[in-house]
T-cell receptor
């Protein structure tokens, strides 16, 4: 079946540090891959996505590349800020007629200290 | 744009009672809404897919008679937890798909249910 595995959190970094959150997936076919972010007290927001192998999604300084050979979609940012503190979810989609069904990883809580 | 609200944000109820949670798309029409359940330090688990004007499709292992879903309009879906028990205590999250396909789903802020 389809599944997503993220690195265990929590992750605590200092401001301006380099961030990597690992994500690997198992899927039949060719899923689309997503990173969602959940800030305290808010709903999940789409951070970035990639729809096919070797695509790179990017937004707000975050990047992730769809690696089919390693079934991975690791999230990276070169210099994190305190405002990046949130829970990050990796997800894949499986096609449902008219809409995309999402399968989520367990989430990784990120805390950035000033 | 693309805001989804949930009400209530937090509810505490006694065992055996029923609780209704509303999910609204505020500035767009959602033909499909999804209901998720999130356990502490665990992933979001899809419970059911709700299509306006038709019966919801439940994921394997989710009791449809316990978690009643009604998608009465293009902007409103409700989840009713019937005869709630302490093990139903959880964080329930809805999302709405604005027929934007791969643009993704828009998520509500969630409802924390505590059953005493």
């Amino acid at each position: 079946g389809n599944s997503v595995t993220q690195m265990e959190g929590p992750v605590t970094l200092s401001e301006e540090a380099f961030l990597t959150i690992n994500c690997t997936y198992t899927a039949t076919g060719y899923p689309s891959l997503f990173w969602y972010v959940q800030y305290p007290g808010e709903g999940l927001q789409l951070l970035l996505k990639a729809t096919k192998a070797d695509d790179k999604g990017s937004n707000k300084g975050f990047e992730a590349t769809y690696r089919k050979e390693t079934t991975s979609f690791h999230l990276e940012k070169g210099s994190v800020q305190v405002s990046d503190s949130a829970v990050y979810f990796c997800a894949l989609s499986r096609l449902l007629v008219g809409a995309q069904k999402l399968v989520f990883g367990q989430g990784t809580r990120l805390t950035i200290n000033p | 744009g693309a805001v989804v609200s949930q009400h209530p944000s937090r509810v505490i109820c006694k065992s055996g009672t029923s609780v209704k949670i509303e999910c609204r798309s505020l500035d767009f029409q959602a033909t499909t809404m999804f209901w998720y359940r999130q356990f502490p330090k665990k992933s979001l688990m899809l419970m059911a897919t709700s299509n306006e004007g038709s019966k919801a499709t439940y994921e394997q292992g989710v009791e449809k008679d316990k978690f009643l879903i009604n998608h009465a309009s293009l902007t409103l879906s409700t989840l009713t937890v019937t005869s709630a028990h302490p093990e139903d205590s959880s964080f329930y999250i809805c999302s709405a798909d604005g027929s934007l396909g791969l643009q993704g789903q828009y998520f509500g802020p969630g409802t924390r249910l505590t059953v005493l």
